[in-house]
């Protein structure tokens, strides 16, 4: 028997319309690129977003259109979000540290019709000129004043807006309509994208709004590290206005010195980044001998934060929330905020829980599987591969049928690549990687990419790319290789051989040359053996 | 085009097993009916809810079947909350201070297979056991040591769960199945169901929770003093296991002194209730000179929040949330919290605000609309009926297609009854009740059928029953009569016909004579100018 309830469809644009009318005074501060900061209430930026699906209209953006992004964290970025999605359309934020070839590739993938970008990113634009497609718009966001100087043909932003009627008749989406789209890495190949729709994306920021009320909460200062580039700066900028968090926005001033100044002035609360962010902001707070005023929490995730860096905030009093989650689950899906009634602890007892990986959020089924399938005990000590399951979760890739086919297991379950362990109170322990990925300072590298271009280089017998711990980076990659008749060709000739398929910050560090490579039951290379070899090996610019 | 993303039913249960698994050591501390404080952690209630199942299984309830429960506030009567929805029946609370006759009505028309019943309310049962459909299992509350001496035929809980495993495959359910069902009063008539889905349950709870975070939130201890035979308590059992909130369940222990001291020996943090119940707490309040010393927040909603009342509890510091609702919408609609740009303002500012019914809640939108049903302004001036829209609002009543064509409008608005204004920052304020029902501590009284009734005394010509104001009980019924020929027949006569009918506290305080009943445009009985007429009468019990 079915209830006799009205069904309204969840959709994005009802947040911020929400936001607008109960938070109007709950601002979007922003380090925007003409060079000032821009402050906008919710209630402004809900009439600006008006105008903006109004200019979308105008350039011929329709129902289910891909609608690209190329930004940093700022309140036109924020527009972007809400206008696309609220007028059916799917705004597909592209990470601008892909290499040209990836940017390439998912800009034509995407189909993309219109691409926002900042001014900064306009050059890398200009180097990928012949290659993008002949009929997509760019536009820049910015006002008239500070318009680029370019060979591209670029419209403004703020010359699209202005003749723009604020009023705009949201349609009524059903809500499992798309409404972004976000790539990421795949073990090889090209990026593979996440299609959210406005059902998945209302319920992810309902389940962190309840799940994190540390950071948000009415009267909160948050302030993304994180990129909005990032699976929708993990989900802020969607559960700020419900709640009635305000929002302090970095633009590209990402260094310690920046964010410091920033939290201090804006009065920030919270702020949510990767690890490697947080060493700058470490170290000028070392430098001043203390640390913002009215920080209260900081969230780490995108890669495993390092205990010290951990005890370093909460000596201070700043409560550490660890959390993992992926581009494929909005993408929280653990959080590490501590039972009340582990308050009293000891200070060890008390990291060593918060060191772990934390535990479910609402909404997010967590299961370990063994090599044969079969699900293992959730007893702290059973090492499987980590699966999930919720309404933040992917079901497919987006136009992306291989990829798609393999995503999700037989009951359902969507397989994260990642090893874990999860203790009997359901703590969730990332032990290792599945998928033959390296995350350095919160960014994919393919190591079997790079695998690839190096096997070309004539003296390569056999090769295999491993990850190496950096104390910035989180991790980096580093190139193993068995030369053929004992040749040891220098990392230059492979660099000079990667470049034109990666990005720089993607190149290996170093190359170690072996004998021979240690070999799995079933004949693959064992990049776990491998690691174990190089435990002891230090990067060059770590030594 | 659609997202890619896993569509996974909302479900009830998921709530209570997430409270469990992630919440696990909050608890549910209920005065229950064996005359002890009774204490169990969500991890135990889970399990036992699990048995529960299995015992209802057993009895024979199905998927869609609806099972009753006539009970106070407390563990077991949570527990029939999650086991009934979590196993695909539907759980319907019944009121115990319904009249004899409404309650026969609403079981019958439930058809309910199975009630569950506090051993309070075995005497009410037997009263009634004649009129009991034949097939109904009655199931007392309690355990063996404690089962009442009756003439019923009744079956143990504790019994029935005693034997059956705590593990139950709870099946997965379209979002859409019915979850819930509460009967609330018509302006005439029988009572009309309320038929809850496991969406609309899910979505409220979360709409909630992140919209009344200072009573919601983990390590909370709110006591709903509000029933749960009350649209679900308002909520509090659904929203609490999400937040890691525990529950002090009053039982029928709903005066000043027990209210103050169950909040004071379990540090009850916050609680919600009707206006009337506030007034026995606040008694002893003063009697004992402080407040419970971890109060911070209460709720007031149901009927108008006097002034008075919330300048009582924020004088010392506790916050008041005003909140409007209605059984139709699951309940909650607007709540009071003021935004952080208020907190400075003089404190008669913030009480003018406060005595207000708030601002929408996420999920729920409001308009007005006039005579003429075209929508009015957002001024703070226009008065209008209220109409609703959201998740949690019923798009019809159970099983009464007459009553379901009603409920909406033709853009799908669920009309409340009530007449608002609503100014431009979103403050709704109730003017008026379009709707002829008088609310008496927090409780309906139909004024039609009381004049119904009324009319059929020989001696009565014309006759409306009309709500004056009372300290205690907010509203109270008064019969207004035109006498036939100038008689004048006394109360007693009145409450002769109508006590077969009605509960004792629903019939009318007092009668008053007039010569004529002033009439509308339409030619009705003006209530409006009837209730003017008055304004200056006082009843009986107040003088
Ligand atoms: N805060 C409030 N102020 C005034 N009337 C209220 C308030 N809350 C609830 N009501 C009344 O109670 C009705 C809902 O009653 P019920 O369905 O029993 O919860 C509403 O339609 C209003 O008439």
């Not at 581009?327 to 899906?333: I, L």
């Not at 308050?343 to 044969?372: H, T, Y």
């Not at 999930?388 to 049928?401: K, Q, T």
Request: glycine share 10%; charged share 20%.
């Amino acid at each position: 028997m079915l209830g006799q309830m009205m069904n309204r469809p969840l959709s994005v644009i009802e947040i911020l319309k929400y936001g607008a009318e109960i938070h109007a005074d709950a601002e979007i501060v922003s380090v925007r690129t003409e060079g000032d900061l821009h402050r906008q209430s919710y209630r402004e930026t809900y009439a600006r977003t008006g105008k903006l699906a109004h200019a979308l209209k105008a350039l011929g953006v329709g129902h289910g259109d891909r609608v690209a992004t190329l930004a940093w964290n700022g309140y036109r970025h924020f527009e972007l979000y809400y206008a696309i999605s609220g007028m059916g359309a799917v705004c597909h934020t592209i990470n601008p540290r892909l290499s040209a070839g990836q940017m390439i590739y998912i800009l034509s993938h995407a189909d993309d019709r219109v691409l926002f970008t900042d001014v900064t990113f306009i050059p890398i634009l200009e180097a990928l000129q012949d290659q993008l497609p002949s009929d997509l718009q760019i536009v820049a966001m910015t006002d008239a004043a500070h318009m680029p100087d370019t060979t591209l043909d670029v419209l403004c932003y703020e010359d699209l807006l202005a003749p723009q009627d604020t009023d705009y008749d949201w349609p009524e989406l059903p809500e499992e309509t798309a409404a972004g789209l976000c790539y990421t890495s795949g073990t090889t190949g090209h990026p593979k994208g996440s299609l959210y729709s406005h059902r998945s994306t209302v319920l992810h920021a309902l389940f962190v709004a309840v799940t994190i009320p540390r950071s948000l909460h009415e009267g909160a200062r948050l302030l993304p590290v994180v990129p909005m580039f990032h699976v929708n700066s993990w989900g802020m900028p969607y559960a700020a206005p419900i709640v009635g968090a305000s929002l302090i926005m970095p633009g590209g001033k990402l260094d310690g010195p920046s964010l410091y100044d920033l939290m201090e002035n804006e009065k920030v609360t919270a702020s949510w980044g990767v690890p490697t962010v947080w060493l700058g902001l470490r170290a000028e707070i070392d430098a001043r001998g203390k640390p913002p005023s009215a920080l209260d929490q900081v969230v780490i995730g995108g890669s495993a934060a390092p205990r010290s860096m951990i005890e370093f905030f909460e000596k201070m009093d700043i409560d550490v929330c660890h959390a993992w989650g992926m581009t494929e689950m909005s993408p929280v899906g653990t959080t590490g905020q501590l039972p009340v009634t582990m308050q009293d602890k000891p200070f060890e007892d008390r990291m060593a829980l918060k060191s772990l990986q934390g535990r479910r959020m609402f909404g997010v089924d967590l299961k370990i599987v063994g090599d044969d399938g079969q699900r293992l005990p959730h007893d702290g000590e059973a090492v499987g591969e980590l699966y999930v399951r919720g309404n933040g979760v992917v079901a497919g890739y987006f136009d992306n049928d291989e990829a798609t086919k393999g995503a999700v297991d037989a009951e359902g379950w969507f397989g994260t690549g990642d090893v874990a362990s999860i203790s009997p109170d359901g703590y969730l322990s990332i032990q290792d990687r599945s998928k033959d990925l390296i995350k350095s300072g919160g960014e994919w590298i393919s190591s079997i990419d790079l695998e690839n271009v190096a096997m070309s280089h004539p003296d390569v017998a056999n090769c295999a790319v491993i990850a190496i711990a950096h104390p910035k980076w989180d991790e980096r990659p580093v190139l193993v290789v068995v030369g053929k008749d004992g040749k040891h060709p220098p990392l230059e000739e492979f660099h000079t051989l990667m470049e034109p398929h990666f990005a720089k910050w993607q190149l290996p560090d170093d190359v170690l040359y072996v004998d021979a490579l240690p070999l799995t039951a079933t004949g693959k290379v064992s990049k776990l053996t491998l690691r174990k070899q190089f435990a002891d090996y230090t990067l060059p610019d770590v030594g």
